[in-house]
C-alpha cells in the first residue's frame, strides 16, 4: 500500500464534507461528539429500508435478511474490539447500555462491597454506577484526577482497589481533554484483587484499535456513531461475565447471552451501517485478516490525526490569554483550550459563522473534570478533535481563525 495518505479519496467517500455555512466550507472539528457518516454506511442504512424491514425470527426472507445483517455486524465488531462475536450486544446508545449493565451487575452486590469510579470519565461512565451502588448501599471510591497533569492520579491505587472492590471503571482515554488512560495498569490491579474492569471506549474507538484482552477489559463500551456509522450503542462483555449476568429483562426474552441484554426490537437500520463502518477503517491498512487491516488501519488514521493536532497545538502555544488543556503523555487528537475574557460558546459562535469552523463548547458531561480544573466556571472548554476525513489546510484555518478572534 502506498504510504501517502489518501486524504481526497477519503473525503470523497463523505457526503457531509460537501456542507457550506455562510458561504465557507463547512470544517467538521466536532469529531469527539461524534463523526461524519461514511457514504457506504448510508447506503446501507437505505437500501436495508427499501428492500424491506422485518423483525427476527420470521420464516420469510427479509426477516432472515435482518438476521444475517445482525451477525455480520457483530462479526465486524468482534473483529474491531478483538472479542468474540457472542460477546456483544445492542442498545440504543452507550449511556443506555451501561445503565441495564450496573443495574444487572450490582444484583450481586451485598453490603461492605465497594466500586471505584473515575473522576476523569464522561459521567455516562460514573453515575450509572454510582446510583447502582447508592440502590444497593454499597461505598464508591474515586479514581482522581490531577489538574494539572490532566491525568488519572494513581499514586494510591493498591489503597482505592483493595480486597472489597467489586468492580473498578475507568475511561480509555477522555472525551474532554484527550488523555490516554493506563487502562492496562489499572486492569492488573483489578486482577490482584478479583475486581472487574468496564471501560468506556466511547472516545477512543474512533481514534485508536481496541484490544479487550491486552487492556484487561471485562466490559467495554463504545457507540457506532462515533465511527463514521449510525446511531446505535455497543456493549462488549467477556462471556464468563455476561452468562453470569442477571439482566432486567421481559419473561418471554431471550435468557442466554446477548439476547438477554438486547431489550425490544433493536435500531436494524443502525445495524447496517456497521460493517461499511469497520470495513472503511480496515480499507486503509493492510494484512490477511479484517483484524489485521483494523490494526494497520488506525495506525494510519492516528500518524495522520496526531500530525493535524500537533499544527493546532503548536499554533495556539503562544497566543495570548489562550490556555490548552493537554497532558505531557499519550492523547487522542483532541484539543481542548479556553480564552481568558471570551465565553467558551462565543467563540464556537465566531468560529462558525466567520470561518465555517463547526466545534463545540461546554463540560460534554466531563463534569467532574471541569470542576477539578475550574473551567466550569467560565463554561466549561472549547475543543476541537480530528477525524480522518480533516486536513492540515482545515488545522491551519482553525489556528487563524483562533488567533484572529483572540485579537479581538
Known sequence: MNDIYPIQEIRSLFPALCRLHNGNKAVYLDGPGGSQVVATAITAMTNYMRRG???THGKFPSS?????????????????????????????????????????LSRS??????????????????????????????????????????????????????????????????????TINDVARISRRCREVGALLSVDAV?????????????????????????????????????YVFEAL???????APSTAPGKLETGTQSHEAIASIVPAVDFIAGLGTGSTRRERL??????????ENALAGIIRQGLTDVPGLTLYQSEGPKTATVAFTL?????????????????????????YAETLAHRVGVDRIGGWIRVGFAPYNTEEEAELLVRAVREIAAG
Request: aromatic share 8%; charged share 25%.
Open 246 to 252: 442477571d439482566t432486567y429483562r421481559l419473561h418471554p
Open 64 to 104: 432472515e435478511e435482518t438476521e444475517a445483517l445482525i451477525e455480520s455486524a457483530k462479526a465486524a465488531l468482534g473483529d474491531l474490539l478483538a472479542c468474540a462475536p457472542n460477546e456483544i450486544a445492542f442498545g440504543a446508545n452507550a449511556t443506555s447500555n451501561m445503565f441495564a449493565v450496573s443495574r444487572a
Open 295 to 304: 490494526v494497520s488501519g488506525f495506525e494510519r488514521i492516528e500518524r495522520h
Open 53 to 55: 424491514v422485518a423483525n
Open 203 to 239: 472516545h477512543i474507538a474512533p481514534h485508536k484499535a481496541i484490544d479487550m484482552d491486552a487492556i484487561g477489559a471485562d466490559m467495554l463500551f463504545c457507540s457506532v456513531y462515533k465511527f463514521f456509522g449510525g446511531h446505535i450503542g455497543i456493549a462488549a462483555i467477556r462471556k
Open 340 to 364: 481568558e475574557g471570551q465565553q467558551p460558546g462565543d467563540v464556537c459562535r465566531k468560529l462558525c459563522d466567520r470561518y465555517g469552523i463547526f466545534a463545540a463548547d461546554g463540560d460534554y
Open 109 to 178: 452486590w451485598n453490603p461492605g462491597d465497594e466500586i471505584v469510579v473515575s473522576e476523569m470519565d464522561h459521567h455516562s461512565h460514573i453515575d450509572t454506577w454510582i446510583l447502582s451502588a447508592r440502590d444497593r448501599g454499597i461505598m464508591v471510591r474515586h479514581l482522581p484526577v490531577d489538574p494539572k497533569a490532566l491525568t488519572l492520579d494513581l499514586s494510591d491505587l493498591d489503597a482505592i482497589v483493595n480486597a472489597k472492590t467489586r468492580l473498578v471503571a475507568v475511561g480509555y482515554a477522555s472525551n474532554a481533554v484527550g
